[in-house]
């Protein structure tokens, strides 16, 4: 069989490898390798890609396996989009226990990256609320994790290096509305936007738009969103998007001037410090999914997306230094997001999200300009013990990466010898011998 | 009172097109599904799907080319009036190394048309008896003209069009029976999953919903999705001299 390209989500080169298309979950198979399993393909850099292997790809393992209208989990194969699964959910008056920016990624991928919401300081991540898995080991006949296990807690966020994620339970939450009451509020600089999110804590949702190139005396401009379920209740479904990019846009479409004016705008798009209003859950959670293949905006080149955490503990002073380091290059684009994370842990071992504030940019690719500024970058978040999220990731160095995940000795145990990808191989990468005193 | 459900009995149910209509007919009604196909496991997976989605579901093993099979027993298994006959197997095979075996050829035949027929035929009988109903088949675009590249395939389908036509004239004078014939084109589907995308093909969902509302509304023949009819419309136009210089 001929071997087919597969494009992360960035778009910045693809992995040539072969393709097994299982449309049955025991048709799946774990050797030999390498091989890893790929989902709908929204990780943004080379995690969920493997140049030269042998791709898994579950998207057609979309099957519901039970449902337990009493207690809320769902059992379902990995492939299925979490768009499927709200349109299961939503009118039976459920919903995800928490969501990513967008509706079109796998229950599998979900998994294996242990995404994060807008409600992370409430309910923690994904992976939380996943009570059950199956495995598919190249070394073993298919096997449920259970949380508790070591190896569910190495399979959530384990980028699916433990195996083929053939079903899993998700823990639903139950709604009475499809609709949430939402508070737009602007804001200047960290400093407010942390006594926002202090002062959120009867809001289920919160999350903030920054404008990445705002200059002024008051520091980064930006608007804090914020939102709670509403009591209107109607249980109404997302409709797909109907708008599409359909090739790459020209590499200059983004510019620092368009991306100004489209913040400018974005920036003035309410009157007042404030603005209430009732929005269905589509454009509150998943404002990215009303276009597709948006990313194709960054052209030919592709683009990068850098996501850090700093540590509450080292106040807000290391991400002030980001935002200044990037509105000095001039980079950036206008999808900047800033949250704060809670302290609720998440049993996986390389789980990203930990205690404190993260960052999530994208940055058309510039080449070497843009390299460099991520190599500034990385400075401040190593020196603050913070981290990099490796599903965002095409270029952290292997050293940032064992340093920010001290579980990593723990997860290694739990790998499963045929599976890989070009990330992993990235990080695997011998490193020096520690000089011994 | 509350409705009574929406009974189906579908021949090949694990088909993706077929899988997909199910579901969607599972989201706006209550549903009596028998599954009937080739393999248990697949049947399986299938039924706990389609009941995780409301629907009552039980399964029937079969082999299609078995010509023992009786058909009108399993339809008659179960009692009641049957909603909707939807008739969904099929194979597509590697047509160049086919066609230097007979056998192959045949076996393309009997899948795709011989045993389509068959069933078809017993279908309208049953259709007949209780005076009202559906009987749905999946046909191709493939059927519409001989093309190099996958007429074996084709012309299974384009016989399958002509016998959905001839029951449709059949069961012209009874108002409540309807005969449908979807012609899907290219889909995302486990069969396409290695050839390279293009903006023709489309999901099994989109599919799916499609071919349920054309089986809701008693179309006749309905592409899917519609602008494929003007596609084919201008494949069958093209004179010979020049369809013949294409790879199509």
């Known amino acids: ?437 | 009172m509350t409705k009574p459900p929406y009974r189906a009995i579908v021949f090949g149910a694990t088909s993706a097109i077929a899988s997909a209509i199910l579901r969607e007919i599972t989201r706006s009604h209550s549903a009596e599904f028998l599954l009937v196909g080739r393999n248990a496991t697949k049947l399986g997976n299938l039924a706990d799907d389609l009941r995780a989605y409301g629907a009552n579901c039980s399964i029937h093993t079969i082999d299609f080319l078995d010509p023992t099979t009786d058909w009108s027993a399993i339809i008659e298994k179960q009692t009641g009036h049957w909603d909707l006959f939807l008739i969904a197997h099929g194979s597509l095979c590697e047509q160049e190394q086919a066609l230097t075996r007979s056998i192959d050829v045949a076996h393309e035949i009997a899948v795709n048309f011989t045993s389509h027929a068959t069933i078809a035929a017993t279908c309208s009988a049953a259709l007949r008896r209780q005076g009202r109903g559906t009987l749905a088949a999946i046909g191709s675009v493939a059927g519409d003209r001989g093309r190099q590249s996958n007429f074996l395939y084709g012309s299974a389908k384009a016989g399958l069009a002509t016998f959905m036509d001839g029951l449709r004239h059949r069961h012209a004078r009874e108002k409540d029976i309807h005969i449908v014939l979807l012609k899907p084109g290219m889909t995302n589907s486990p069969m396409t999953a290695d050839i390279p995308k293009s903006p023709l093909f489309s999901s099994t969902a989109k599919v799916g919903a499609l071919g349920w509302e054309a089986i809701r509304r008693a179309t006749p023949v309905a592409y899917l999705p519609g602008w494929w009819r003007w596609i084919m419309f201008a494949i069958r136009a093209t004179p010979a001299a020049l369809f013949h210089r294409t790879k199509l």
């Open chain 1, 1 to 437: 069989m001929k071997p087919s390209a597969f494009h992360s989500w960035g778009r910045l080169r693809p992995a040539i490898a072969q393709r097994e298309t299982p449309a049955w979950r025991h048709e799946a198979q774990a050797n030999p390798g390498p091989r890893l399993a790929i989902g709908l393909g929204r990780s943004y850099g080379d995690s969920g890609l493997l140049d030269g292997g042998t791709m898994v790809d579950t998207r057609f393992l979309d099957r519901l396996i039970s449902f337990a209208p009493e207690s809320g989990i769902l059992r379902a194969e990995a492939g299925i989009s979490l768009d499927a699964v709200l349109r299961f959910a939503v009118p039976r008056g459920w919903f995800l226990p928490t969501t990513p920016g967008t509706r079109q990624v796998s229950l599998g991928g979900a998994i294996a990256n242990d995404i994060h919401g807008k409600n992370h300081q409430l309910v923690g991540c994904f992976g939380n609320h996943v009570p059950r898995l199956a495995l598919l080991r190249s070394d073993a006949p298919q096997q449920e994790c259970r949380a508790g296990d070591p190896l569910h807690a190495a399979t959530i966020g384990g980028l699916g290096l433990t195996g083929i994620i053939t079903w899993a339970e998700l823990q639903l939450r139950p709604i009475r509305s499809a609709w949430l009451d939402v508070e737009w509020i602007r804001f200047h600089g960290l400093s407010e936007f942390l006594a926002l999110s202090q002062e959120s804590t009867t809001w289920e949702h919160s999350v903030a738009w920054i404008d990445c190139l705002s200059t002024g005396k008051q520091g980064t401009r930006g608007i804090f969103i914020r939102g709670r379920w509403s009591d209107h209740a109607e249980l109404d479904l997302h409709r797909d998007a109907k708008l599409r990019i359909p090739f790459d846009l020209p590499g200059f479409t983004l510019n620092p001037l368009s991306i100004r004016a489209f913040n400018a705008l974005y920036y003035r798009r309410f009157r007042g410090p404030t603005k209430h209003l009732r929005q269905h859950y589509a454009p509150f959670f998943h404002p990215l999914d009303s276009v597709h293949d948006w990313n194709r905006i960054y052209g030919k080149k592709g683009f990068y997306q850098y996501q850090c955490v700093t540590p509450t503990t080292a106040g807000t002073s290391p991400m002030e230094e980001i935002l200044r380091l990037i509105r000095n290059a001039n980079q950036g684009s206008f999808l900047a997001v800033l949250k704060t994370f809670g302290s609720l842990p998440s049993p996986g071992m390389l789980s990203f999200p930990t205690p404190g504030i993260t960052l999530a940019l994208d940055f058309p690719n510039r080449g070497a300009a843009t390299l460099q500024l991520f190599k500034q970058l990385d400075t401040i978040v190593r020196d603050c013990g913070g981290r990099l999220y490796p599903a965002k990731d095409s270029r952290m160095s292997a050293d940032d990466f064992q340093r920010g995940y001290q579980r990593l000795g723990e997860f290694e145990r739990h790998l499963d010898p045929a599976f890989s990808s070009d990330f992993w191989r990235r990080m695997s990468r011998p490193t020096p011998q520690p000089r011994h005193p």
